[in-house]
């Protein structure tokens, strides 16, 4: 249902329940308010009239036919109340003398001859008309007598219920009348103001479907003093806002594309390959830009490998990976030295990289003797696998994470590579891979993973590997680290 129509009906409810309930209590309150006041002047009727026919017949000693005569005056003096709904009336003597008992008085309209009563009627009650039993008449009775005898007299009037009730009636349909133009005048006035109100919210509402567009451009007019006008102009604003904002986005975007090709940059376009050894390698960035380093020259005698993961993510961690390498390149010269390589590196970076540290593997492999030595700064250990036989190990050795103590010592340790043997370097990205339930992807994973893939070579190796993590992942499959594998197989 659209806003004007609840509006609409809201106010016709508003209506309803306020005017409503008020006028029903008010007719209700005149109406027994009227009765009441009915039921007096009927009882004080009747007894005027009771007392006047009782002394015209004292009057006229008792003769009941002069009574009778002289009565009519009396009649004429209710000729007035006729218009109240005065509908019959009669006044009948009352004796233990049968001849005279029930003789009738007076009466109006018509003489009735006699009447004999049983009993005495109650003073008032409401029953069929005498004159007419298809209407109700309020009859109200009194009886009159000497003081301490029997009533020698009773009178009864009876009113048209139905003109005692019709100005309540005709209250009722004025007011009626009154609540329906009413209903008409506020569901003009409803309408009225529902269109003041919902259109703003029409074009309110195209504005948004405008953003929702993508079109920024666009303004919303309403020249209104009132809250409406404030919501167009905050709308306005935001759009203003929104559009530099997107457009600072975009530039942001520019500038870490830019720092993701210099990043690219800082890895090797190709990695060394020949009959005897084979490198691979995989880097996926959580963001543009990550942490996470890898890197393999050629120097005498063997090749300097290099894999490392900074503190945290973006923009300043890849800084940091540019300083390593850049510290790397220059001292080539302890390439077969990874303890002094380490060394080194974390000598050249305490203090310059603020409150974060790296992790790293350094390592030499030298082809002719078939050994890698390698250091470990707080490094996740380096595995190998057997591609024959399956057999997996790990390996580590003493050292601290680099950037975080400026005398930090490193360790260094030698592993003997046979043919179709495989070690992978990876960063902490790959082992704390995340799935939807928070379950690491783990040592277990990575086991199974190199002990399925004997049979491939290294790049693919690395291809599966990534598969495998983001399968792990299964709503939403993407990384929530930095993440690289760098492999190195012997033939």
């Known amino acids: ?29 005149f109406e027994a308010s009227s009765i009441s006041k009915a039921q007096q002047e009927g009882k004080a009727q009747a007894l005027f009239f009771a007392r006047s026919i009782f002394n015209l017949l004292l009057t006229n000693g008792g003769n009941l036919v002069s009574t009778q ?160 006008g404030e919501l167009a102009s905050s709308f306005n604003s935001m759009l203003s806002s929104l559009k530099q904002h997107i457009e600072e986005l975009k530039e942001k975007d ?97 203090g310059h990289i603020g409150n974060r540290f790296l992790t790293l593997i350094y390592a030499f492999f030298s082809p002719a003797q078939k050994k890698l030595t390698f250091a470990n700064g707080g490094h996740p250990d380096l595995w190998t696998i057997n591609r024959e036989t399956g057999e997996i190990n790990t390996y580590n050795c003493q050292g601290g994470m680099v950037g975080v103590f400026a005398d930090q010592k490193y360790a260094e340790r030698t592993i003997e590579l046979n043919p179709k043997d495989r070690v992978v370097f990876l960063t902490d990205g790959v082992l704390e891979h995340e799935n939807d339930r928070g379950e690491m992807y783990g040592k277990e994973s990575l086991r199974l993973l190199l002990q399925k893939t004997t049979l491939l070579d290294a790049q693919n190796v690395c291809v599966k590997l990534f598969d495998d993590m983001l399968k792990f992942r299964t709503i939403q499959p993407v990384l929530n680290d930095d993440a690289t594998i760098l492999v190195l197989d012997a033939h």
């Open 1 to 29: 249902m659209r806003v004007r129509n609840k509006l609409i009906i809201a106010l016709l409810c508003v209506i309803s329940v306020s005017i409503i309930p008020i006028s029903i209590y008010s007719v209700s309150r």
């Open 69 to 228: 005569v002289d009565s009519r005056e009396i009649l004429k003096i209710f000729e007035g109340q006729k218009a109240q709904g005065l509908h019959f009336m009669k006044a009948v003597f009352l004796s233990r003398d049968e001849s005279r008992n029930g003789f009738i008085l007076a009466s109006w309209p018509s003489i009735i001859e006699k009447e004999v009563f049983s009993k005495i009627p109650p003073e008032y009650t409401i029953q069929a008309c005498a004159l007419n039993i298809n209407n109700r008449c309020m009859v109200f009775s009194t009886s009159v007598g000497l003081k301490g005898e029997a009533p020698n007299l009773l009178v009864s009037l009876e009113y048209s219920e139905a003109a005692i009730l019709a100005p309540i009636q005709e209250l009722k349909q004025n007011l009626a009348v009154a609540i329906s133009v009413a209903f008409v005048i506020v569901f003009i006035l409803a309408i009225f103001f529902s269109f003041q109100m919902t259109r703003p919210l029409k074009i309110l509402k195209q504005g948004t479907r405008e953003l929702a567009k993508g079109n920024l451009d666009f303004a919303v007019t309403l020249n209104r003093r009132d809250e409406f």
């Open 254 to 350: 520019r500038e870490l594309n830019a720092a993701q090709t210099i990043q690219r940059a800082f890895l090797p376009e190709s990695l060394p390959q020949n009959t005897s050894f084979g490198f691979a390698a995989h880097f996926t960035p959580m963001a543009q830009v990550g942490g996470d380093l890898y890197d393999v020259f050629e120097v005498k005698d063997g090749y300097g490998i290099f894999i490392a993961d900074v503190s945290g993510h973006g923009v300043p961690a890849a800084l940091i990976t540019g300083m390593a390498k850049m510290a790397v390149a220059v001292r080539h010269d302890l390439a077969n030295s990874p303890a002094q390589m380490a060394a080194y590196l974390n000598a050249t970076l305490y």
